[in-house]
């Protein structure tokens, strides 16, 4: 089957009479002609979760913040949210920054009233903020990491996650640019507009 040509009714039907093997093969071709019909096909025809979760891997490593929500949007329904939570831990060390646009994304997908999920979601943010909000030193001593908006040139800490149905912000509590003491001012930010400075002792 060629994929550069356009995925008609035929098309569709030929592939789910392959194999698990073979439709991912063809669906990782069409991903590259185009990613939204790739992700319906794979999202239609798929029966191995194995294949959905190697192709969520796949999306993980190659997609930019924005395209990761299209990946999520098709492949969460098949897999299940708590899958794909799951998937995103084993790969917090390795692969903190994929993880961190995935986390953007993923309160879009709660379920109304889903308390299951939503304890999910928090431990998953607990678990990356250990791994990225904070550090121990060999000596056992833990130390805050300082953050700045890049937008603005503040210097914060993070206060928490803020979940919304488009996205999760991060809210950052202000530090004096002097002294790095805080300020109690207090500003909702995207993850994005965040970069990770030299670690300060906690005192606290």
Not at 11 to 34: G, P, R
Not at 47 to 53: D, R, V
Not at 110 to 138: A, D, F, H, I
Request: one cysteine or more; a positive charge.
């Amino acid at each position: 089957m060629n994929s550069d040509l356009e995925f008609n009714k035929n098309n569709f039907q030929n592939l789910i009479n392959t194999s698990e093997e073979a439709k991912f093969n063809e669906v990782c071709a069409l991903l590259k002609q185009d990613l939204l019909k790739a992700l319906k096909v794979a999202s239609s025809t798929f029966k191995s979760k194995k294949y959905l979760k190697n192709l969520l891997e796949q999306g993980l490593a190659t997609a930019n913040a924005s395209e990761i929500e299209i990946w999520l949007k098709y492949l969460i329904p098949r897999l299940g949210f708590r899958s794909v939570i799951n998937i995103l831990e084993d790969k917090i060390v390795h692969q903190p920054r994929q993880v961190k646009n995935a986390l953007y994304w993923l309160p879009k997908f709660l379920k109304n009233q889903n308390e299951k999920e939503l304890n999910l979601l928090k431990n998953l943010e607990k678990k990356m903020l250990g791994e990225e909000y904070k550090v121990v030193s060999q000596s056992g001593k833990t130390y805050k990491l300082i953050l700045r908006i890049k937008s603005t040139g503040e210097y914060a800490v993070f206060g928490g996650y803020q979940l919304g149905s488009h996205g999760s912000g991060v809210i950052a509590e202000i530090l004096d640019s002097q002294n790095l003491y805080p300020t109690s001012g207090v500003k909702l930010v995207s993850p994005g507009d965040l970069e990770i400075l030299n670690p300060q002792p906690y005192n606290d």
